[in-house]
């Protein structure tokens, strides 16, 4: 399939597994576009549909039409083909089998719990055991946020080169207040690199349109400036 967009697509929709690839592009100031698919059970939106299988966000259409879903995937594929690879941990790196735990880490260790704290439903339908697995899944949040606590040692990023798609999809999460909430002294390696990240001006009005504080999905200034030419 061949896009006929120049440019990344990004599907998504505000407050979603989104803003993790959202921020990433925006900090490397690659033109996107934000596209809002349309969900519905006969999968209309077919080209949606393709990337996402599943219709979940987020997922992205590659300026040469390749497809791919899953925010890790997502992330560690643009970080890695970003020039210099500023975002990512290089695979000749002694750190790339770290980064790479951390990853899948955060999707088949983290993401469950957060599932659960957000879709106790999708479990039970009783609404007593909704209560007892939701709590279960904050004990093992905080097990897990334990656990990545000591992988930051005090500094803003997990990795000591700079901000990496870890570092974006960690953020993801704690920008939920049901995920990350009375934080800084439990966690305060998590709350600085949150801090440091949501700090940035270029990724403020990102995480404003993510939490409804603004209409326009923004998209980096190099896309705009390419439209308005
Ligand atoms: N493992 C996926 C999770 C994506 C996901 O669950 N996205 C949610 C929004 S946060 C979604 O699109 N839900 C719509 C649905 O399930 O119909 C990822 O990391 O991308």
Redesign the pocket.
């Given at each position: 399939m061949v896009s006929d967009s120049p440019v990344i697509q990004l599907y998504a929709?505000p407050d979603?597994?989104?803003i993790g690839v959202h921020l990433l592009l925006e900090e490397a100031a690659v033109p996107y576009r934000i596209v809002n698919p349309k969900?519905d059970p006969s999968q209309t939106d077919e080209a949606f549909y393709r990337a996402s299988p599943?219709?979940?966000?987020?997922a992205i259409i590659m300026p040469d039409g390749t497809t791919l879903?899953?925010?890790?995937a997502?992330l560690l594929h643009l970080a890695d083909g970003f020039s210099a690879q500023q975002f990512t941990v290089a695979a000749d790196s002694a750190d790339r089998g770290r980064y790479l735990q951390w990853l899948f880490y955060l999707?088949s260790t983290l993401?469950p719990e957060v599932?659960i704290i957000f879709h106790p439903e999708y479990y039970s339908d009783d609404r007593t055991i909704q209560a007892e697995l939701t709590a279960s899944a904050q004990t093992r949040l905080r097990q897990v946020l334990t656990v990545l606590e000591k992988q930051y040692q005090n500094r803003s990023w997990m990795f000591a080169k700079g901000p990496t798609a870890v570092d974006f999809a960690l953020a993801n999460v704690l920008l939920w207040p049901e995920c990350f909430s009375d934080a800084s002294k439990r966690y305060p390696s998590l709350a600085l690199m949150l801090d440091a990240i949501s700090g940035r001006s270029s990724l403020k009005r990102i995480i404003q349109w993510h939490r409804g504080e603004t209409d326009v999905p923004p998209q980096n200034h190099k896309f705009k400036s390419l439209e308005q030419e």
């Open positions: 929709f979603t597994y989104s969900l599943h219709g979940r966000v987020p879903c899953e925010s890790g997502i999707s993401q599932m």
